[in-house]
């Protein structure tokens, strides 16, 4: 079967609300702390090797980067109102290494578009599996629960525990999840590596886009 997200194309980098595309169609949100391997989902996720950046310096993405996945030959610029499709990987940055100017302007925008944003229909949150559920995974989180949006956590990097330990920390995330969220909340592992899970989350935010 073809992979829709497979013609995904950088569209543009947002770093105001005033540079986001039309609040039209449907798109998806990652969301990710340094080094969770967020690009590399998004790449294995499109069957791309360099459509988001994997940087040697994680945390490199500061702005709202937005991918163009709608069908058609022009795209986006082409598609009748509400019929936009679009990837959206937000910034991943330790927090720590952020000037506190800059920290509050995420804040606000990340606030602002969370709130607002009507073509947000699902948020995936990328986690290692070896350390997840630190305090900005659950911040993105609540984002998505506030505005009743559906969630996907991705324990990326199940390559990196054995199968054993891999379930046993899926399952505890899981139950974690569920005490705090509810059901609004889903999890799987994941590695870009090895494809595992690919499919699984692939068809999440496939459903979520409308394809």
């Known amino acids: 079967m073809s992979n829709p997200l497979a013609r995904a194309r950088y569209l543009l980098a947002a770093h105001t609300p005033r540079q986001l595309p039309p609040d039209g169609g ?7 702390r340094s080094n969770a391997g967020k690009s590399s989902a998004l790449n294995a996720l499109c069957q ?9 310096t994680p945390g490199r993405t500061q702005q709202l980067v937005f991918f163009d996945v709608t069908a058609g030959i022009g795209g986006a610029a082409d598609a009748a109102p509400g019929e936009a499709r679009y990837l959206v990987d937000l910034p991943g940055y ?25 073509a947000l229909r699902g948020l995936v949150v990328v986690m290692d ?15 998505a629960v506030q505005r009743g949006l559906p969630a996907h956590a991705l324990l990326t990097k199940a390559d990196k525990l054995g199968r054993g330990a891999a379930g046993n ?12 969220f509810g059901d609004t909340v889903s999890v799987q592992t994941f590695s870009g590596e ?18």
């Open 48 to 56: 791309q090797k360099a459509l988001a950046r994997v940087s040697k």
């Open 169 to 180: 920390t899926l399952q505890a995330v899981r139950r974690e999840l569920s005490n705090a």
């Open 26 to 32: 449907h798109e998806v949100a990652f969301a990710g």
């Open 94 to 118: 330790g927090y720590a290494k952020v000037p506190k100017d800059l920290q509050a302007h995420w804040q606000a925008f990340l606030d602002g578009y969370f709130g607002s944003r009507m």
């Open 194 to 211: 090895s494809k595992q899970g690919v499919d699984e989350a692939r068809d999440v935010v496939g459903g979520w886009l409308g394809f």
């Open 129 to 143: 599996i070896r350390h997840p559920l630190k305090d900005y995974d659950r911040q993105m989180l609540g984002y």
